[in-house]
Nanobody, 127 residues
Framework: QAQPVESGGGSVQAGGSLRLSCTAS????????MGWFRQAPGKERERVAL????????AYGNSVKGRFTISRDNTKNTLYLQMNNLQPDDTAMYYC????????????????????WGQGTQVTVSS
């Protein structure tokens, strides 16, 4: 199982939008639980959004609810994060993560539950 690869980060002004993508290899991608996490300098890694294997179950961190949307395309082994109305507090390194080989009773929210991590993509929002 190769490391997921994120793309789509960049710099935007407050109120702008970005869409992040994450491609993960593996013939069993459709069984992976996927998530987006972020980490700003000096802060702990924060859960942004989670999605179940089929895409039917999703969960969001309180700070992004109503602004961000997570989705996945299992035919392309790709995860997305649509980010709208971005604010300076959204500035962080965004990481894609996969939990593989397990079946969870609920979407895993702890970073420790994810065994594959991308290298991250930087999102910078200016006021």
């Amino acid at each position: 199982q190769a490391q997921p690869v994120e793309s789509g980060g960049g710099s935007v002004q407050a109120g702008g939008s970005l869409r992040l993508s994450c491609t993960a290899s593996g013939s069993t991608y459709s069984t992976y639980y996927m998530g987006w996490f972020r980490q700003a300098p000096g802060k702990e890694r924060e859960r942004v959004a989670l999605i179940g294997p089929s895409g039917g179950d999703t969960a969001y961190g309180n700070s992004v609810k109503g602004r961000f949307t997570i989705s996945r395309d299992n035919t392309k082994n790709t995860l997305y994060l649509q980010m709208n109305n971005l604010q300076p507090d959204d500035t962080a390194m965004y990481y894609c993560a996969a939990s593989t080989g397990r079946i969870w009773s609920a979407l895993p929210s702890r970073p420790e539950s994810y065994n594959l991590w991308g290298q991250g993509t930087q999102v910078t929002v200016s006021s």
